[in-house]
């Protein structure tokens, strides 16, 4: 599904007619493409911590154009802006203001990253009220900014540094072409668990990877970004949609499993499949979902309890069956497709909203359970995604539906894949029971 309304306010004429006319102003965004730069332009990490200088010394390892100190009217890649040693709200005001003498210097789709401590990890009220003032600033910013530029946190629990792994990971994510859709965001990273991330195209190496409902559709788009990254895969959907799933395991040289996944053996059959098949199973992407849309006042208990069943009490039994397994190996990791609905609701998706709510509470118990065997386990919420389901609301519906985010625009099957892909790597191993809204910032809602 084609966004032509984008493409053609992108240049020239278009661009002049929407701005004389008011009209949202979306802009092609910067996607991950093999080979090109993790960020074009220089990027300036901000903050004067000891947090700040080894951050920036990492970065400098990625051969990134690092800057301490901005160079007026120098266009930046991005900014960084480095907040770990909050005590008061009034310690905001230099750094912040700092940062703001150099935003109208940002490059076209540039990044801004906010690092800084998460609120619940202090008794101290002052301390707590600086740290939970990044996060209206961050999303306030995100708001401002223009031109496909994006605002994004990341919050270090007790245990995680502005260099472990999870930081580096989300850093790196956030930063690049994979993260387009994904703003106003925050990812907690909990721990200095997982894997440094490298600059390697196959983050994902020697990994077998199960997704399911992988016929079509965003499911589809994960098994093309898993294999990219050099997963080894499996792909389930339901026997009625064979044809496009051979289809799909041949693209990625999986193999297909045709199953019912709300059937009671689904997490044996997949565990099965997965070491008969391949000798082991080391991620699960529980993505398969359904609708079946009615205002409350007309639901039926059919409608309710197919949605319930599908999108969220099958999950959690292919969870229970994979976390009694002896066969899982070290460090399993589980990422679940919920939805914005989850978390903002919608009308007439009161089923719906329940599971993928369901969906987001599941995957915040099981973190603990999954991470005594060294594994993580998180939810992505894709917010309005342009496939086959939402080319099928009424056009106006739609426009008003796909711009009412900070992009001005909807998103794509592929950028939800790149953060399940990157929930799913070793190098966001420090983050789990989190939930990554990959949504444009959704200006509706929660
Ligand atoms: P889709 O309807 O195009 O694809 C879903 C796939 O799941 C289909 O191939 C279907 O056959 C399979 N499936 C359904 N029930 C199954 C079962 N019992 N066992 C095995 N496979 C089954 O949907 P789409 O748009 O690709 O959505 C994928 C996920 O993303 C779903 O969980 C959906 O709720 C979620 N989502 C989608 C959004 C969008 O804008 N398209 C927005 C937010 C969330």
Same mark, same amino acid.
């Given at each position: 599904?084609?966004? +032509? ?33 993790l960020i074009?332009?220089p990027v300036l990490v901000q903050g004067?911590t000891?947090g700040a200088d080894s951050l920036a010394a990492a970065l400098l390892?990625w051969?990134l154009?690092v800057r301490r100190?901005a ?5 930046l890649g991005a900014i960084i802006l480095v907040l770990d040693? &909050? ?6 005001? +230099?750094p912040?203001?700092?940062a703001?003498?150099s935003?109208?210097?940002l490059?076209?789709?540039a990044r801004i990253i906010t690092v800084s ?21 961050l ?12 605002g994004n946190g990341i ?7 502005t260099t472990?792994?999870?930081t580096l990971?989300a850093m790196q994510?956030f930063l ?30 020697? +990994? ?85 849309? +009615? ?111 900070? &992009? ?14 990157? &929930? ?23």
């Amino acid at each position: 599904m084609s966004d +032509k309304y984008t493409q053609f306010v992108s240049h020239g004429l278009g661009r002049d007619i929407a701005k004389r006319l008011g009209l949202p102003q979306p802009v092609v965004l910067r996607r991950h493409q093999p080979g090109r730069p993790l960020i074009d332009g220089p990027v300036l990490v901000q903050g004067s911590t000891r947090g700040a200088d080894s951050l920036a010394a990492a970065l400098l390892g990625w051969n990134l154009d690092v800057r301490r100190h901005a160079i007026p009217k120098e266009k930046l890649g991005a900014i960084i802006l480095v907040l770990d040693e &909050l005590a008061h709200p009034a310690d905001l005001e +230099k750094p912040v203001l700092t940062a703001a003498t150099s935003l109208r210097d940002l490059a076209p789709n540039a990044r801004i990253i906010t690092v800084s401590r998460t609120a619940a990890s202090t008794p101290e009220p002052a301390t707590a009220a600086a740290r939970q003032g990044v996060d209206g600033l961050l999303r306030s910013l995100a708001k401002e900014l223009r031109a496909g530029a994006t605002g994004n946190g990341i919050l270090l629990a007790d245990g995680a540094g502005t260099t472990s792994p999870g930081t580096l990971g989300a850093m790196q994510f956030f930063l690049s072409g994979r993260s387009a859709f994904v703003d106003g965001q925050f990812l907690t990273v909990s721990s200095a668990a997982g894997r440094l991330p490298g600059d390697a195209g196959k983050p994902l190496a020697g +990994k077998v990877a199960v997704v399911t409902g992988a016929a079509r559709g965003i499911g589809a788009a994960i098994a093309r970004t898993l294999y990219r990254d050099g997963a080894t895969l499996i792909l389930v959907d339901i026997p009625a949609a064979g044809d496009h799933l051979a289809e799909v395991a041949n693209e990625v040289r999986g193999t297909a499993l045709q199953l019912d996944i709300s059937r009671d053996d689904a997490g044996q059959r997949i565990i099965e499949h997965a070491l008969t098949r391949h000798g082991r199973l080391d991620i699960v992407i529980h993505n398969a979902g359904i609708t079946r849309d +009615k205002l409350l006042a007309n639901m039926d208990a059919a409608r309710w309890n197919a949605v319930i069943t599908v999108n969220i009490a099958a999950q959690l039994r292919i969870n229970e069956a994979l976390l009694a397994s002896e066969h899982l190996p070290d460090a399993p990791r589980i990422v679940s497709v919920a939805s914005t609905s989850g978390i903002a609701g919608n009308r007439g998706q009161t089923n719906y909203a329940a599971s993928k709510a369901g969906v987001i509470g599941m995957v915040r118990a099981t973190a603990p359970l999954i991470g005594g065997r060294g594994g993580s386990i998180n939810a992505v919420a894709p917010g309005f995604i342009e496939t086959d389901m939402t080319a099928r609301i009424p056009f106006a519906t739609r426009e008003v539906a796909r711009r009412l985010n900070s &992009l001005q625009q909807g998103g794509r099957p592929g950028d939800v894949a790149e953060a399940v892909a990157f &929930l799913a790597s070793d190098a966001a191993g420090g983050i789990s029971g989190e939930v990554l809204r990959v949504c444009g910032q959704n200006l509706v809602g929660a």
